[in-house]
């Protein structure tokens, strides 16, 4: 099983400068390089100081020029904010600028408070329908001179440019969660990516088994990689573990208020919450989240990630995106590679 770094700048208050997070980012993703990670992800988000990603592809290659050797992904561009043709001619430039190491992650998007932003009236329903089209015109724009007649997008015979280093185009990665999107991926060629969020073990087998499942539907189709991206946290006593358990149960409560989109929002800050508010989440409990994320001291992690290898993972990404100090996660991501990554053959 191979390991990769799933990573945004992300903002609590006003005096942060972004410039700051931005290098933080960077030397995040320099350690994962060095540490030898596999991939570096940047996903994209819209107005939210709490996840700052406005355009992936402009971390990545700057990220380009600052690695050698890390794969450079995007984890995940939103597909119906995205012409094709756009898409495609974005992607082949980074891939060029990374002399062939990007990875084209793509999902239909996640927050209401996007769609109602950047294109109204948009629900995930929707949203899906078009990441359906964008990804088979992808394929094909890849491989140069390709005209289009679909629901949502047409054009004539068009070849993006540039055209990427890698052919016939970078790997694509789809997130992944009910059946059919499974199913969707693995027939269109695309590796997949899941998560549980905080669900627990029994949701991470229930997204293998899905994946496993769509791959005995489709015996013709080669099996494509399957990545699973969790809330990591390594440390060195139970005093640090405590702390991110704290730390990690207060960003799920965030994250799920900025996905109810029931919250005002005042310069990209979500109003903060009460402890009632905290205390409407009972499954985000500290003892929840202890038990349901990857957090621990070294063996801990461990014998947690063994047991997701032999479910048959091919990639586990460290979510390290916890409203902690930069500091924090610097320790727990090098305390990781230094104690962790050791028990794996992760070549």
Not at 17 to 30: G, K, S, Y
Not at 147 to 169: D, N
Not at 176 to 199: M, W, Y
Request: hydrophobic letters at 40%; charged letters at 20%.
């Amino acid at each position: 099983m191979k390991f990769s770094l799933f990573v945004h700048m992300e903002r609590y208050d006003a005096a942060t400068p972004h410039r700051q997070l931005f290098d933080e980012l960077t030397e995040l993703v320099q350690i994962a390089e060095k540490g030898g990670f596999e991939t570096a992800w940047v996903g994209e988000h819209h107005a939210m100081e709490f996840t700052i990603a406005p355009n992936p592809f402009i971390n990545l290659s700057y990220l380009a020029a600052r690695t050698e050797r890390i794969r450079l992904g995007t984890g995940t561009v939103i597909a119906p904010f995205w012409h094709p043709i756009r898409l495609a001619g974005e992607a082949g430039m980074v891939d060029v600028a990374s002399n062939g190491r990007l990875d084209l992650g793509i999902a239909r998007g996640a927050y209401s408070f996007e769609y109602e932003r950047l294109l109204p009236g948009l629900d995930a329903f929707g949203a899906g329908a078009r990441m359906r089209e964008l990804v088979p015109a992808l394929t094909q724009l890849f491989k140069g001179d390709y005209a289009h007649q679909g629901e949502f997008w047409s054009w004539p015979s068009t070849t993006p440019v540039p055209r990427p280093i890698q052919q016939p185009g970078p790997p694509m990665w789809l997130a992944a969660r009910d059946p059919n999107s499974h199913e969707f991926a693995i027939k269109n060629g695309c590796n997949v990516q899941v998560t549980s969020l905080a669900a627990g073990d029994g949701e991470v087998v229930s997204l293998m088994d899905r994946f496993t499942a769509a791959c005995k539907a489709n015996p013709n189709v080669p099996r494509p990689q399957i990545m699973m991206l969790m809330h990591t946290f390594v440390g060195a006593s139970e005093a640090e573990v405590d702390a991110a358990v704290a730390d990690l149960s207060r960003f799920y409560c965030y994250f799920s208020k900025w996905f109810k989109n029931d919250r005002p929002v005042e310069q990209g800050f979500i109003e903060p919450l009460t402890d009632a508010d905290i205390a409407s989440f009972p499954q985000y409990t500290p003892e929840q989240i202890r038990k349901n994320l990857v957090i621990g001291q070294p063996s801990d992690v461990i014998a947690r990630l063994k047991h997701f290898e032999e479910l048959g993972f091919d990639q586990y990404s460290f979510w390290i995106d916890s409203n902690m100090s930069f500091e924090r996660k610097r320790k727990s991501l090098e305390l990781f590679i230094a104690d962790v990554m050791p028990a794996f053959d992760a070549r």
